[in-house]
Nanobody, 122 residues
Framework: QVQLVESGGGLVQPGGSLRLSCAASGFTLDDVAIGWFRQAPEKEREGVACISTSDGSTHYYYSVKGRFTISRDNAKNTVYLQMNSLKPEDTAVYYC???????????????WGQGTQVTVSS
């Protein structure tokens, strides 16, 4: 059974850091794309970062470029999202999902995790 489980969210002050984890089961991180998305209250879900495991390429939404880093650990079958210089506008529920290739088109993604809350506040 394909499953993704997010963890690592929490409350952090502006300028702080968090590392989110997306643990995959039921499949291996080969020839797939794993993406991180977020959804703030009353806003649509938006893409944040994506990694294509076939060639290792990474892609970032403009609002997080230079602050967030997506990476993977094949041995642990886990994808990470390192978030630095966090801002209040980064507050949202963060989800990971799986598809065949990186795209910001949310409808292309599946196997969504349950999400993890990130709150950036002083």
């Amino acid at each position: 059974q394909v499953q993704l489980v997010e963890s690592g969210g929490g409350l952090v002050q502006p300028g702080g850091s968090l590392r989110l984890s997306c643990a995959a089961s039921g499949f291996t991180l080969d020839d797939v794309a794993i993406g991180w998305f977020r959804q703030a209250p009353e806003k649509e879900r938006e893409g944040v970062a994506c990694i294509s495991t076939s060639d290792g390429s990474t892609h970032y939404y403009y609002s997080v470029k230079g602050r967030f880093t997506i990476s993977r650990d094949n041995a642990k079958n886990t994808v990470y999202l390192q978030m630095n210089s966090l801002k209040p506008e980064d507050t949202a529920v963060y989800y990971c999902a799986k598809t065949d290739f990186c795209t910001w088109y949310v409808a292309r993604w599946g196997s969504w995790g349950q999400g993890t809350q990130v709150t950036v506040s002083s």
